[in-house]
C-alpha cells in the first residue's frame, strides 16, 4: 500500500495524474488525528478544504440533516388519499429523486387534483409529525456542533423556512446555521443549482467556496451545476443506488464521518 501523508503547510493540490485506488494517511498535526484515505477525490477534496477554499458548509435538510422523508411520504399519502389518490412508495421515490413539489408532481401525473389545497392539507399533517415525531439524523447534531465552531454553516433545501426553524428551535439548534434558503423562494428547485447559488450569495461567497452536504440524485446535481463540492450521505430510508452518486466528491455512510477530515 501507498503511504501518503499531507500536512497543512501544503499550497497546491496534490494530483496523482489518475484515479487509482490505494490507502493513505491524512495527517493532522492541529488535531492530533490520522484518518483512512481510499479515495483520489477524497486527497484532493482535503488539500482543497487545508487550502482554505471552502469557506463555508451548507446543508441539505430532508433525508440529510433530519430523519423527515418518511413523514414526508406519510403526510403527502393523507393529503393525497383524502382526494382519492394513492401516493406509492414508487411514486415517493420519484418525487424524492426528482424534487417534485405537489404541484409539479400534479402536473407530471395529469390529476385533477388543485394543488393547493393538497398542499395546505399536507402542511397541518406533516408540522404535527414535525413536532411531536421527527428527529435529527444520526450523527447530524455533533457534526454541527463541531463544524460550527470552524466554518459558517447554511441550509438549502426543498421545505420551507417555517418547517426548518419549527425542528431547529425544538432543539434549541436554531443559533448553529447563519442563512436558510427554501427553494420556494428561487426560480427552480434541484437539481436546478438556484437554491444554493441563494445561498452561497447570502453567506457572501463565490461558489467556488462553499462545500454542499447531500443525500439525494436532485441535490447533488444542483450542487455540481452550481459549480460546488459535494459529499453525499445516502438517506437510507429512500435506498438509491450508490452507482447513482458516481459524479459525488465523497459519499460517507454516516455524517460523522465529515468531521474526520474537514
Known amino acids: 500500500?501507498?503511504?501518503?501523508?499531507?500536512?497543512?503547510?501544503?499550497?497546491?493540490?496534490?494530483?496523482?495524474?489518475?484515479k487509482c485506488d490505494f490507502h493513505s494517511h491524512f495527517v493532522s498535526p492541529t488535531l492530533h488525528l490520522v484518518f483512512q484515505l481510499d479515495d483520489y477525490k477524497l486527497v484532493t477534496l482535503i488539500t482543497e478544504i487545508m487550502e482554505d477554499k471552502k469557506k463555508v458548509?451548507?446543508?441539505?435538510?430532508?433525508?440529510?440533516?433530519?430523519?423527515?422523508?418518511?413523514?414526508?411520504?406519510?403526510?403527502?399519502?393523507?393529503?393525497?388519499?383524502?382526494?382519492?389518490?394513492?401516493?406509492?412508495?414508487?411514486?415517493?421515490?420519484?418525487?424524492?429523486?426528482?424534487?417534485?413539489?405537489?404541484?409539479?408532481?400534479?402536473?407530471?401525473r395529469n390529476l385533477p387534483f388543485d394543488y393547493k389545497s393538497i398542499k395546505s392539507e399536507k402542511k397541518v399533517?406533516?408540522?404535527?409529525?414535525?413536532?411531536?415525531?421527527?428527529?435529527?439524523?444520526?450523527?447530524?447534531?455533533?457534526?454541527?456542533?463541531?463544524l460550527t465552531k470552524i466554518y459558517p454553516l447554511g441550509i438549502a433545501s426543498h421545505s420551507t423556512i417555517d418547517d426548518i426553524e419549527l425542528v431547529l428551535n425544538k432543539f434549541d439548534?436554531?443559533?448553529?446555521?447563519?442563512?436558510?434558503?427554501?427553494?420556494?423562494?428561487?426560480?427552480?428547485?434541484?437539481?436546478?443549482?438556484?437554491?444554493?447559488?441563494?445561498?452561497?450569495?447570502?453567506?457572501?461567497?463565490?461558489?467556488?467556496?462553499?462545500?454542499?452536504?447531500?443525500d439525494s440524485v436532485a441535490g447533488l446535481q444542483a450542487a455540481?451545476?452550481?459549480?460546488?463540492?459535494?459529499?453525499?450521505?445516502?438517506?437510507?430510508?429512500i435506498n438509491t443506488p450508490l452507482s447513482e452518486f458516481t459524479n459525488a466528491d465523497y459519499v460517507v455512510s454516516n455524517l460523522r464521518e465529515v468531521t474526520k477530515f474537514i
Open 173 to 214: 439548534m436554531r443559533d448553529r446555521f447563519m442563512k436558510l434558503v427554501s427553494d420556494t423562494s428561487v426560480e427552480r428547485g434541484k437539481p436546478f443549482p438556484d437554491v444554493f447559488l441563494k445561498t452561497a450569495e447570502l453567506m457572501g461567497v463565490s461558489p467556488i467556496e462553499c462545500l454542499v452536504i447531500e
Open 125 to 146: 399533517i406533516y408540522q404535527n409529525m414535525l413536532l411531536n415525531e421527527v428527529q435529527f439524523m444520526d450523527g447530524a447534531v455533533e457534526t454541527i456542533n463541531s
Open 1 to 18: 500500500a501507498t503511504c501518503l501523508t499531507i500536512t497543512p503547510i501544503v499550497k497546491h493540490t496534490i494530483s496523482l495524474g489518475h
Open 224 to 237: 455540481k451545476s452550481a459549480g460546488m463540492k459535494c459529499i453525499i450521505c445516502p438517506d437510507k430510508y
Open 57 to 108: 458548509i451548507i446543508f441539505d435538510w430532508d433525508g440529510t440533516l433530519v430523519n423527515s422523508q418518511p413523514f414526508q411520504y406519510s403526510s403527502c399519502r393523507q393529503a393525497f388519499a383524502s382526494h382519492g389518490y394513492s401516493l406509492t412508495e414508487k411514486d415517493w421515490e420519484e418525487w424524492v429523486k426528482h424534487s417534485y413539489s405537489s404541484k409539479r408532481f400534479i402536473e407530471e
